[in-house]
């Protein structure tokens, strides 16, 4: 179990050493939304930001670079290729016992106990993410809306009520979709048949709401990490001169969208 950036950035590089044929650490890591997610999944363990409280972009400071190193570290010792290709079919690697380890989100825990597709299952073991300068988990991108224009909003909001309720969210979770209630993340029978569910559970006490800032300009901007990450990764881009250039790109679009109007 990996429990620091210690280990994650020296554990998964022993790996093929001592185990032939057998890679570190499958990630997703394609460029575009693929590199992004990754190289954030390490940016607020290791202390940094996207922005500080004034909206000034910081990604491109220690914790930052710490971060890109990271993620490059662990594509280095996973699956040939792979991890410049990936997207989510980065599982499909440690699914097939071909990675020792997998670091995403709790939306492939399921599919790794699925004796029809995962040759590890029965096998796995489940742990936080690995604590840097502190915990920080990540939230994901499911939600649940209603459109403008649907043509039975109240049945609609009946049944999004009855899908987070607390037993319509432990049904979900027993049918191995995700909870959205801490108490289904306790719950005996739940962690009984799923019992990844409660390592996720713990996990989430110390999600960060701001790995990811949820504001508009945040889709461009991500796109522009993930691209110039996937450099990094591919072409062997400068770290800190790649970052130096996502926060000049990333502070003229917040200048561009008004974000320091209060400034002038």
């Not at 492939?108 to 590890?120: I, K, M, N």
Request: net charge negative; proline share 6%.
């Amino acid at each position: 179990m990996l429990t620091n950036y210690d280990e994650l950035q020296e554990i998964p590089r022993q790996i093929p050493e001592v185990e032939p044929g057998m890679d570190g650490m499958a990630s997703r890591a394609a460029s575009g939304h693929q590199a992004s997610h990754a190289f954030l999944l390490h940016l607020a363990p290791l202390g940094g930001r996207i922005f500080d409280e004034r909206w000034n972009p910081i990604i491109n400071n220690e914790a930052g670079v710490a971060a890109a190193n990271a993620l490059k570290t662990i594509v280095d010792c996973g699956p040939e290729g792979g991890g410049t290709t990936f997207g989510p079919a980065g599982a499909a690697p440690f699914k097939q016992g071909q990675a020792a380890m997998f670091m995403d989100s709790i939306a492939f825990a399921a599919g790794f106990e699925d004796p029809t597709e995962s040759t590890v299952a029965g096998n796995v073991g489940h742990a936080m993410h690995p604590e840097g300068v502190r915990r920080g988990s990540q939230t994901g991108g499911f939600g649940l809306a209603i459109p403008a224009n649907a043509p039975s909003k109240e049945a609609a909001f009946l049944m999004i009520q009855w899908l987070t309720c607390k037993k319509g969210d432990l049904a979900v979770a027993m049918e191995g979709g995700n909870p959205s209630r801490f108490s289904t993340y306790r719950n005996a029978e739940l962690n009984e048949k799923s019992p990844y569910s409660a390592t996720f559970g713990e996990a989430l006490q110390f999600a960060d709401p701001d790995w990811c800032p949820i504001i508009p300009a945040s889709g461009s901007i991500n796109a522009d990490i993930g691209t110039t990450m996937s450099q990094v990764l591919t072409e062997g881009l400068d770290i800190q001169e790649a970052l130096h250039g996502v926060a000049e790109r990333t502070r003229a679009t917040m200048q561009q969208e008004g974000y320091y109007a209060w400034q002038e």
